[in-house]
């Protein structure tokens, strides 16, 4: 499973340096607790790029991206495809269009698998929900969800935030963050794609190309 991801918030000079460095200690985070086959790795042109043993993992690595950049005052568009960087490229593509559409404007990721139908269509049906919920939880809440997504404790999560365990609890609950951890979770099990549905198995080591 390849990824493609496009860094958006840097067009200001005085951003560009700040979400780098956001980029980069994400990027580091995220491979620990989402291990990439191709370690994500930031490119020219605001744009970053990995691949994983199968899409729970790489929508993982996505989600954990994202709530970094969202915190330091940008945002990512990700693409997600089986085989090859150009199809990621267009999931990248599809993720930004739908995002200017009034139906779809919390929508930042997206799966190209060359088809529609079965497997496909339940992984963009997470994303879209996913995405939908992640946009509209306060800041404060999104970084409770990273907390939780890391596996820190409550506790933890009051400390750095400042406030206390109920108060963490309560964001929690309301900002449907237990559901994203459960459904992430649930997708992690899927395991690579299923035979039979058109795809075919990403092999070998792959380069992340802007061809």
Known sequence: MVVVGRVSGSHRAWKRPHLQRALETAVAEAEVLAPATQPLTPTPGDEVCGAYAHAGTAALAVLLVRLALLDAGGDLHAGLALDDWRAARRAVQTAEAHATSPRSRTARTWLDAGTSGGWVDAV???????????????PRARRLLAHHLRG??????????????????????????HAVVRATELLRRTGPAPVGEGERVLAGSLRCRGD
Do not use: C, F, K, Y
């Open 152 to 177: 820190r404790s409550q506790a933890d999560a009051a400390h750095h935030e400042g406030i206390t365990q109920p108060a963490v609890s309560q964001a929690l609950a309301r900002s449907g963050a």
């Open 124 to 138: 963009n049906a997470h994303l879209l929900l996913r995405d939908e919920l992640v946009t509209r939880m306060s």
